[in-house]
């Protein structure tokens, strides 16, 4: 489904206007009350406006460290439909409290009000996030990641934007300023109440007032899926990432770029801008799967683009002066630092929507809820350490440049740890760029494949890359059965390893090896795990489809469940294939040539037989036709 339609479709539509309007409530009413203490020099408690205004930072912030827990709990056990329309019920009434607090310039009740906001706000989140796969179909996910986290940073922008220009505003009474942050909660309440009625995920789960246990345990849960729990500290990094360039920006501008007041807003913009363009690009650039291979991108580009920043920190204007955003675009060093923003934040985009897609795919929809609050509560904890780290170094007198640079190494020492940790991302890498730039691979039937569950996939042998083609079109993990050999390669022994394939030989080559296989497959499928083997045992010389061996019976009849069949099509006379000659020798042949993966219906376990499989499979790619298989591939791609 496109960006529009999903917009507009009835699930999704309510859902998206209320967190969108939340979102952009909380930050209008936020900058507001920031732009008023600091532009009236208003105090309370003794304390000036500077320390105020970090005070009001961690008023908003505390609620989601010590109430997060509770949030995911409720998520889990009342149906989430029901608690979006209590959480923006929730909204109006505390928007409503702050209406005389604005009126009456009463800072100490003003800050009572931004307590109660964090609070609404926290309840909301694991609901913002582990509602969204109950309301979508999986193949729209990471589209719908794409468009909360989208609107999100919009709203934050716009949130900010509308919030200053009230506070401001000279003409404007405070009473207007309540008036429009009662009338967003109110809109945002009316689009909560076409939210689809969706069931409890948990009824029966017993609630738990003290956070401690309650995380403990939503993190042994996340524990259970290693890439779950390390797509939590990704995204943890995200919000490290994206605090730290937030506090030093408005410093960076000012100090060494010597811009004014609208240099800051224009580079907001163009980070704000970024993450929404990275969100969107995720979703066009992994299609109906949550495409891990972004991943990687986005940790690269993130790194690329923070040393570009310090590297083009230069002044534009004498000390004492300050350029404007005409002056700073019209220089190519001001061109460079915005296109570097937006970079940045489009690098981030595509690392944290895939991982977000990733916790809410791989998560038990009965646990769901609890595993995003706790990620709720290590992403608020990675904001602290972020903002004492910041202060920290300025204080050991680090430069904006250098905290770029620092930051730009950080970020390739987190990407190589989680990446070392669960080389799936990496894998995942691989196959994206040789499915989407080496070749324009075509996905036909991908509904066929299981969600969950073990089952066998089957595919025809023509190119020594078939393993990764399957890879990129499935949305799950794959564990390979591939030739011993390939394991000993020196240069890609260690990607086959990472990627747990199942080594095999012939029984004239080993016995002990193929019993080894055989045991294996069975305890992977026995795990749940889906397994890909390629009958033929041997990639193709002529193009032609081999006869299939028995050997996919046997592992059925040890272990019964579904075999899928695919055919591989496009693929003949590609670098990777062994027409004419020995693959791999000449170079550019058939480069980004249109491919296709074909996927059948499943197969049941009593219905396994390997020429009736090799029958589907040369159906479904046309494979015993006449034509050169590379033509007969190619109208189907």
């Known amino acids: ?85 209590w959480s923006k019920a929730m909204e109006v009434a505390v928007m409503l409290l702050a209406v005389p607090a604005l009126v009456g310039l009463n800072v100490g009740a003003l ?123 990704g995204i943890g990094w995200f919000w490290f990432l994206g605090s730290a360039l937030l506090s030093v920006l408005p410093v960076y501008v000012t100090d060494v770029l010597h811009g004014d007041a609208s240099v800051i807003t224009l580079c907001l913009s163009a980070f704000c801008a970024g993450i929404a363009i990275g969100s969107l690009a995720c979703a066009w650039l992994s299609g109906e799967i949550v495409e891990l291979g972004l991943v990687p991108i986005g940790s690269i580009g993130i790194s690329l683009f923070a040393l570009d920043l310090a590297f083009a920190a230069t002044p534009l204007a004498p000390a004492g002066a300050a350029v404007g955003v005409r002056t700073l675009l019209a220089t190519s060093a001001g061109w460079r630092i915005a296109l570097d923003l937006v970079g940045l934040a489009a690098a981030a985009g595509l690392f944290v929507v895939p991982l977000l897609a990733l916790v809410q795919q791989r998560t038990e ?96 042998h023509v190119s020594f890359v078939d393993w990764l083609i399957v890879a990129s079109a499935c949305p799950r993990p794959v564990r390979f059965v591939m030739h011993h050999g390939f394991l000993e390669l020196r240069l890609l022994g260690w990607l086959f390893r990472d990627a747990k394939v199942i080594p095999i030989a012939s029984a004239r080559e080993s016995t002990e090896t193929l019993r080894v296989a055989y045991d294996r497959i069975a305890e992977e499928l026995a795990a749940g795990a889906v397994v890909c083997i390629f009958p033929e045992g041997a990639v193709t010389r002529d193009g032609r489809l081999g006869e299939f061996r028995p050997g996919i019976e046997k592992i059925v009849r040890r272990t019964p469940v579904p075999v899928v069949p695919m055919a591989l099509t496009g693929l003949w006379g590609s670098f990777f294939s062994r027409r004419g000659g020995r693959a791999m020798s000449r170079p550019f042949r058939r480069f980004w040539s249109r491919i296709a993966v074909v996927i059948g219906e499943a197969v049941p376990p009593e219905q396994v037989r390997a020429s009736t499989l090799r029958a589907r499979v040369a159906a479904l790619g046309d494979l015993d036709a006449e034509d050169d298989p590379v033509v007969g591939a190619t109208t189907i791609a």
């Not at 900058?31 to 408690?45: E, K």
């Not at 729209?140 to 986290?149: H, I, K, P, R, S």
């Not at 404007?172 to 009662?182: D, T």
């Not at 950080?410 to 070392?420: Q, S």
């Open 1 to 85: 489904m496109n960006r529009a339609a999903l917009i507009g479709s009835r699930r999704f539509a309510g859902f998206f206007w209320a967190q969108l309007l939340g979102a952009f409530n909380d930050n209008v009413f936020r900058n507001a009350l920031i732009v008023m203490v600091a532009a009236r020099s208003l105090d309370t408690w003794g304390l000036p406006p500077g320390q105020l205004v970090a005070l009001a930072g961690a008023i908003f912030t505390l609620p989601f460290v010590v109430a997060s827990p509770l949030a995911g709990q409720l998520a889990d056990r009342w149906p989430k439909s029901t608690l979006v329309r």
């Open 111 to 233: 800050l009572g009000v931004l307590f109660l906001m964090g609070l609404q706000s926290t309840l909301f989140g694991p609901l913002k996030h582990g509602l969204l796969p109950e309301l979508v179909d999986p193949a729209d996910l990471v589209q719908a990641n794409a468009l909360v986290g989208t609107s999100t940073f919009v709203s934050i922008l716009g949130g900010t934007l509308l919030g200053g220009m009230l506070a401001g505003s000279e003409t404007l009474g405070m009473g207007w300023m309540g008036a429009v942050v009662v009338g967003i909660a109110v809109l945002g309440w009316v689009a909560g109440t076409f939210v689809p009625t969706t069931p409890a995920a948990a009824p029966d789960l017993r609630l738990r007032l003290n956070p401690l246990p309650e995380l403990v345990q939503s993190y042994g849960i996340a524990r259970q899926t290693r890439s779950v729990l390390l797509s939590l500290l």
């Open 365 to 460: 929809t009965a646990t769901r809820a609890r595993v995003i609050a706790a990620g709720n509560v290590l992403g608020a904890a990675f904001m602290v350490a972020s903002a004492l780290c910041v202060m920290a170094l300025f204080a050991l007198g680090a430069s904006v440049p250098q905290i770029f640079l620092l930051l730009a190494l950080l970020n390739v020492a987190v990407a190589y740890y989680v990446y070392t940790l669960v080389p799936e991302f990496l894998l995942r890498f691989v196959a994206w760029i040789l499915a989407r730039v080496t070749y324009r691979m075509r996905v036909v039937g991908r509904e066929h494949l299981p969600a969950e569950g073990p089952a066998v996939l089957v595919a025809n």
